[in-house]
């Protein structure tokens, strides 16, 4: 099932979520691991996470071959290698800001059966493991961004949303 998006100014996304208890769960972890999948497979970004579709559980998906979806994730260690690149969020549409994150992560996570596991990523994984452990810790990329490139990037949003908007009256 394709879960709905919450808007930007939803206080879901400004509060830490809570450990998923796999062992009483509060509802099943495979449906809500498919469902967020799945929700994450119709649209063009690379993670969402249960508070962006309004869900106050500890657990994201990630676009992967195979999907990940981690419960109770944490971070075990991160490399002193930090890369800057722009980042996007499906609940600030058309707003790329640049975040300085480390290179690489070792992370632990359980799997919606469970199981518990330890893995190593880097790059987009990495960046993108990142992103969502944040939307589950109530903090949101352009926090993490500097004020200057995040107004820069408000103002570029403004100017892809004007364009779209007289695209779609030429379609019209």
Do not use: W
């Not at 649209?43 to 981690?70: D, E, H, M, N, W």
């Not at 075990?76 to 640049?98: G, K, Q, W, Y």
């Amino acid at each position: 099932m394709i879960l709905k998006h919450v808007k930007p100014d939803s206080p879901i996304l400004n509060q830490v979520t809570e450990q998923f208890n796999l062992s009483n769960p509060p509802t099943d972890p495979i449906q809500l691991a498919k469902d967020l999948y799945e929700t994450l497979m119709s649209t063009k970004y690379l993670g969402l996470s249960a508070p962006q579709v309004g869900l106050p559980y500890r657990v994201f998906a990630l676009r992967s071959q195979p999907g990940i979806v981690c419960f109770n994730p944490r971070i075990v260690d991160v490399s002193t290698e930090e890369v800057i690149l722009d980042e996007m969020c499906m609940t600030f549409a058309h707003l790329a800001v640049p975040v300085k994150r480390p290179k690489k992560i070792k992370v632990r996570y359980a799997e919606p059966n469970g199981n518990v596991k330890t893995e190593t990523f880097d790059g987009l994984t990495a960046r993108y493991f990142l992103h969502e452990l944040d939307h589950l810790n109530g903090i949101l990329y352009t926090q993490k961004a500097n004020k200057m490139h995040v107004e820069r990037a408000m103002r570029k949003k403004k100017q892809i949303e004007r364009q779209l908007k007289r695209n779609q009256k030429d379609i019209e």
